[in-house]
């Protein structure tokens, strides 16, 4: 019988602290929800899951700009669909003053509106959206995945292609072609809304493509991180009963010695 080293609360010192430590960690799992708290509890887990939340939050950033680029985008083509009705009044237009039977006066009243109209189809062509041009045919770069890559939009100039003829200063209601060159000049516009639409259907497949993914990404994360609330109240329970019994078995080792003092009286 020994009474300077007691090796049985040693050892039961050494259980109980472990258990002490799987029980602390056991309960900081449940109170945080999370499976990975420190480092140690997954190192290679916690570097992938790092790794993909800040895939997500760039993604995140990612169906941000492109919200942004389909207003842009719906921007242009509301102002392409007022630019299709002037025309449409314009060439309207043109077609009455043909008539033989109209007045220089009659006509000069169909040449101002004529007149209104043109100024008001090239102001549009110079509006802009959040300061970035609309209509100079400088097609805009867009962020489509979490990597940066860009793809550019269709781009079309309105006033120096689309609609040049028309805005010039010497068209009026009665010059020659007016018809015709009206008629190309709505054929042009509506191939641009055509690129606009094109534009906008990739940007919200782009949006939708965006989205799963982070869908997938978040879920591909909750596998590495979140905790399993059932297995790990298992656990708990298992870590309480162990400290327990361990602080009860330690104050039973440490008591061994006193039967040496038996002994020796």
Known sequence: ?????????????????????????SLARLASGSRIVSPQDDAAGLAVASKFDAQIQRNR???????????Y???????LQKVGKALDRMSELATMAMDGTKSAADKANYNTEFTEL??????????????????????????????????????????????????????????SNAVATLNSAIENVATHRA??????????????????????????????????VAEESTQFARYNILVQSGTAMLAQANLLPQNALRLIQ
């Not at 300077?4 to 029980?23: D, I, K, M, Y």
């Not at 950033?61 to 207003?71: C, E, M, Y």
């Open 1 to 25: 019988m020994i009474i300077n080293t007691n090796v049985s609360a040693v050892s039961s010192q050494r259980h109980l602290g472990e258990s002490t430590q799987r029980l602390n960690a």
């Open 61 to 71: 950033g990612v169906a941000q700009n492109l919200t942004s680029a389909v207003s």
């Open 73 to 79: 985008s719906q921007t242009q083509d509301g102002f």
């Open 118 to 175: 043109k100024s008001y189809i090239s102001d549009i062509g110079t509006k802009d959206f959040n300061g970035v041009s609309l209509f100079n045919g400088t097609a805009l770069a867009v962020t489509k995945d979490s990597e940066g890559n860009t793809w550019s939009l269709n781009a079309s100039s309105m006033n120096a292609v689309d609609v040049t003829s028309v805005i010039a200063s010497a068209f009026t209601v009665t010059s």
């Open 195 to 228: 690129k606009v639409g094109a534009n906008i259907q990739r940007l919200q497949f782009n949006q939708e493509q965006i989205s799963i993914l982070n869908e997938n990404l978040s879920a591909t994360v909750s596998r590495i991180k979140d905790v399993n």
